[in-house]
């Protein structure tokens, strides 16, 4: 690992692979453009039961990527700001909303710095799978959701479980890691980018990717830290992606995946508010 660096290098290796990844995401099972132009929203049952009817309210969505849960919110009659610091990402979001007469305000900016680049305050404060693991500091974030959040605004989180670090499949059997991973920054030699299933990768130009492995107890003190209210916490045995060979797809929601006989949390959601 390259001690040498600082956490804005680390970040800005990670913008420069989601931009590739943002690329070979135009032809993606996970993302499916096809069927998201024509008119297929990219919302699981989680998400869209936790938050309700969204329409009329002031939305922020951080680490939006190429957009498509962003359109989809906006599409329930959101107003949407959408925020990544990977521009090719957002040129991708910028186009799909476009082609979907969907009004929603993209913003180019490292979640960090957003209170220099962005005025204003929301109702409803949200972000969703695979975007913490990316953030070198949880206390920094926190204070930014709050930060853009009203008095009485909603924040909400749909998130990939940290327990996900502890295992790994090894010729096809999930097994407990022999030994328990750092807390980071982890530093990874990335040439791939996933797909809806587990055979579904696409191959990109190599970067490092730098992650942190937040346990939820960091999560949830970070925001009570930064003055929210912890109004709910779930965890659930399904999993946005196939990420073992062994998951089926799940029943009752086509977006989600789980393992045979539930063994374990995959995801967790938690909302949170800022007091009156
Ligand atoms: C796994 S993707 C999120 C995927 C999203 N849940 C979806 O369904 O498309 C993570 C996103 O976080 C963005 N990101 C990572 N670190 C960031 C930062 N510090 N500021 C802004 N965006 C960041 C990346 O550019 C990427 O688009």
Redesign the pocket.
């Known amino acids: 690992m390259d001690t040498a660096i600082d956490d804005r290098t680390r970040?800005q290796s990670?913008?420069q692979g989601?931009?590739r990844?943002?690329l070979a995401?135009l032809d993606s099972t996970?993302?499916d453009l096809d069927a998201f132009r024509a008119g297929k929203s990219?919302l699981r049952s989680l998400e869209k039961g936790a938050l309700g009817d969204v329409s009329g309210k002031d939305f922020l969505h951080?680490?939006?990527?190429?957009?498509?849960?962003a359109i989809s919110w906006a599409r329930l009659g959101a107003n949407v700001t959408a925020?990544?610091?990977?521009d090719e990402?957002l040129k991708i979001g910028r186009e799909l909303a476009d082609g979907l007469n969907t009004d929603i305000t993209f913003v180019h900016?490292?979640?960090?710095?957003?209170p220099q680049v962005l005025d204003g305050s929301f109702d409803i404060v949200y972000?969703?799978?695979?975007?913490l693991h990316?953030?070198p500091d949880l206390k920094a974030w926190a204070k930014v959701v709050a930060h853009f959040l009203r008095p009485g605004g909603v924040f909400h989180i749909a998130e990939i479980h940290p327990i996900l670090a502890a295992v790994e499949e090894v010729d096809g059997v999930l097994r407990v890691r022999p030994e328990r991973l750092p807390s980071g920054p982890l530093e990874d030699e990335v040439s791939a980018t996933y797909g809806d299933g587990y055979d579904d990768v696409q191959h990109i130009e190599s970067y490092k990717q730098y992650s942190w492995l937040w346990t939820i107890p960091e999560i949830m003190g970070a925001l009570l830290e930064a003055g929210l209210q912890i109004r709910t916490f779930t965890e659930v045995p399904v999993d946005?992606r196939q990420r073992f060979s062994t998951m089926v797809r799940d029943e009752h929601d086509e977006g989600f995946w789980r393992l045979p006989g539930d063994p374990l949390p995959l995801s967790w959601t938690l909302s949170a508010s800022k007091p009156e």
């Not at 951080?62 to 849960?69: A, P, R, V």
């Not at 900016?109 to 957003?114: M, R, W």
């Not at 972000?127 to 975007?131: E, F, K, S």
Request: net charge negative.
């Open positions: 970040m990670n913008q989601w931009n990844r943002a995401h996970y993302y990219s951080l680490q939006c990527h190429i957009g498509l849960n925020v990544d610091f990977a990402a900016a490292n979640v960090f710095d957003l972000t969703d799978y695979g975007v990316l953030l946005c």
